[in-house]
């Protein structure tokens, strides 16, 4: 199993363009996550997804767009990319019906993103 | 009260040295805890889950304390490899909405 995996590892944006950033997990897990960390800060939840074509909001959803067409794949877009946005952004996965390590959270390597 | 508090740190302790981490968290109601562990630049990942009743991993031992809404994390024998920053996790609204606490960060010194 490859786990969960994102791209770009690394981006640079202008202020206004559009992105998104892909992610995948072959562990069919059905909750995914999108956190984005601030240097020296802990990690801030954007969205979630408890299966396929279920999608929530997390703490920090302004500015990002998800969807979630299958259970592997759960992309994050920026439509209108800000200096604020400037982050490191971690894709996770879990399941939480499995016995044991149901709330185990799996982390993709993340993304680096900086808008100028 | 933010919703996930910990020790700011960072913490610079000699080798050996055992220490000490708290977080705090705002909802009485919450039902599950974990430490995770980040190192510079890296994802995090789950260094122990934190069970009512206290649970040890080797060095690391993990605690509850429901009344005062607490979990801590003690380290004995510090080693150089323990560097890193230690994230409290908190399953806050029990549905699977993980909530992070801003880590604190530990150096372990010669």
């Known amino acids: 199993n490859a786990g969960v995996t994102q791209t770009p590892k690394f981006r640079i944006l202008k202020i206004g363009q559009s992105m998104t950033l892909q992610c995948t997990q072959d562990?069919?897990?059905?909750?995914m996550y999108w956190y984005r960390q601030d240097p020296g800060m802990g990690l801030k939840l954007i969205y979630y997804s408890v299966g396929a074509g279920i999608t929530d909001k997390g703490e920090v959803p302004n500015g990002y767009n998800v969807s979630r067409s299958t259970t592997e794949d759960f992309p994050l877009r920026l439509e209108l990319a800000a200096p604020s946005q400037t982050s490191v952004y971690f894709c996770a996965s879990s399941y939480p019906g499995q016995t044991g390590e149901g709330e185990k959270l799996f982390f993709g390597s993340g993304t680096q993103l900086s808008v100028l | 009260r933010k919703e996930v508090e910990q020790d700011p740190g960072p913490f610079n302790v000699p080798e050996g040295a055992t220490v000490a981490f708290n977080c705090t968290y705002s909802n009485s109601a919450s039902q599950s805890f974990f430490w995770y562990r980040q190192d510079c630049r890296k994802e995090p990942k789950l260094l122990m889950s934190?069970?009512?009743s206290g649970n040890e991993d080797g060095r690391f031992t993990a605690q509850l304390n429901r009344a005062s809404q607490y979990i801590s994390l003690l380290i004995r024998d510090s080693k150089l490899s323990d560097s890193a920053t230690y994230l409290c996790?908190?399953?806050?609204?029990?549905?699977?909405?993980?909530?992070f606490g801003a880590g604190t960060r530990l150096t372990v010194k010669p």
């Open positions: 996790v908190v399953n806050l609204y029990n549905n699977n909405d993980m909530r």
């Open positions: 562990m069919n897990h059905n909750y």
């Open positions: 934190v069970y009512s």
